[in-house]
């Protein structure tokens, strides 16, 4: 398997065409993944907003000044209506905010990102991934798989790493269900997220800050034969961890 960077792409703005630009700088071949950071997809589909777009409720100003006082630091009540508008739910309110996206991302601060917008003093995650996946997928002239990726913690250790945000043109689990280990015994419970882990080496290569490249390609790389499914994010009645979260208080 070989994952190389696309370097080249210029800065991207509201209405660019993701897939022409990446064509410009990388020869395609059948059967690649193109792994894409969300961060130029939002750009390119005019997700940069000013704070003063967000007027801040109540609840807002509440956090914000919850959050000030856990922290010390300034808290902007516009910041905190950000996001509460790209949440369907808050796990936590304290000491941070813990989401859940309109299209079931559990991340920090509904992944709002406020580095790197030339354009604003926000950048939110795509409305649907999965959607701007698949628009990138069609418009290219290979027959490839793409990924929209995104970094975020982790619980239980320290540092980030990306994980998939929308795909199309492959699977998102690898299900090992049904299959044998070396000693004959049936796995159980086994379901690898290759989508996950394919952002991950993607991210290897594309680095971070002002250095980074937003695009990778992972070639050579085959799904196999295994079944394949797409459900990556938990559902709210088998997830435990989120069951617990919301009876959890700071």
Request: aromatic fraction near 6%; charge should be negative.
């Amino acid at each position: 398997m070989e994952v190389f960077a696309v370097p080249g792409l210029p800065e991207v703005r509201a209405g660019d065409d993701i897939a022409a630009l990446i064509e410009a700088q990388a020869d395609l071949q059948d059967g690649d993944v193109v792994c894409v950071a969300s961060t130029i997809v939002s750009k390119a589909e005019g997700r940069a907003f000013d704070l003063s777009a967000f007027e801040p409720s109540h609840r807002a100003r509440s956090i914000a000044r919850r959050l000030e006082g856990i922290t010390g630091d300034r808290k902007d009540p516009r910041f905190a209506q950000a996001v509460l508008a790209e949440s369907e739910e808050l796990l936590m309110e304290a000491p941070f905010l813990l989401t859940v996206t309109q299209f079931g991302h559990i991340t920090v601060n509904a992944g709002i990102d406020r580095s790197n917008v030339p354009d604003g003093d926000l950048l939110l995650l795509p409305d649907d991934p999965a959607a701007s996946a698949r628009a990138i997928r069609e418009s290219l002239s290979a027959d490839v798989a793409v990924v929209v990726t995104d970094t975020s913690g982790r619980p239980f250790r320290h540092g980030q790493r990306a994980v998939a945000l929308g795909w199309d043109g492959m699977a998102a689990n690898r299900d090992w269900r049904g299959e044998r280990d070396r000693d004959g015994r049936e796995l159980g419970v086994t379901v690898q997220s290759v989508v996950d882990e394919l952002a991950g080496a993607a991210n290897l290569v594309t680095g971070e800050g002002a250095g980074g490249t937003p695009v990778a390609v992972v070639r050579d790389w085959s799904f196999g034969d295994h079944d394949g499914h797409d459900l990556l994010f938990r559902d709210p009645e088998t997830d435990f961890v989120r069951q617990a979260l919301r009876q959890w208080s700071y």
